[in-house]
């Protein structure tokens, strides 16, 4: 059974700095590509950052890049997501989601795209 368990989550000031970690189960690890997605009520998931694990190819959108790092640790079958900086627009609930990368398009980083998926954890930054 394929797994994605997201933690790392919280309320933290403007300017602060939180650790996402995506710990998966249940599938071949290094065939994925996994994406950090972010949703706020009554807006579709919006792509962040994905990875490709097995050659460690990233994506960022413009509004994070500089700011946020993706990481993979194949060791531990965890995907991480750095967020330094942050702001209050990057308020929301975090899902992580991965997808078979060969042959796919996993670096357009689209939720559409991407088919197993974790139960979200809250980031909330405060001004």
């Known amino acids: 059974e394929v797994q994605l368990v997201e933690s790392g989550g919280g309320l933290v000031q403007a300017g602060g700095s939180l650790r996402l970690s995506c710990a998966a189960s249940?599938?071949?690890?290094?065939?994925?590509?996994v994406g950090w997605f972010r949703q706020v009520p009554g807006k579709e998931h919006k792509g962040v950052s994905c990875i490709s694990v097995s050659d460690r190819l990233t994506y960022y959108s413009d509004s994070v890049k500089g700011r946020f790092t993706i990481s993979s640790d194949n060791a531990k079958n965890t995907v991480y997501l750095q967020m330094n900086s942050l702001r209050p627009e990057d308020t929301g609930v975090y899902y992580c989601?991965?997808?078979?990368?060969?042959?796919?398009?996993?670096?357009?980083?689209?939720?559409?795209?991407?088919?197993?998926w974790g139960q979200g954890t809250q980031v909330t930054v405060s001004s």
């Open positions: 989601a991965a997808l078979r990368a060969y042959g796919s398009s996993w670096y357009i980083c689209r939720s559409a795209l991407y088919d197993y």
């Open positions: 249940g599938f071949t690890f290094d065939d994925y590509a």
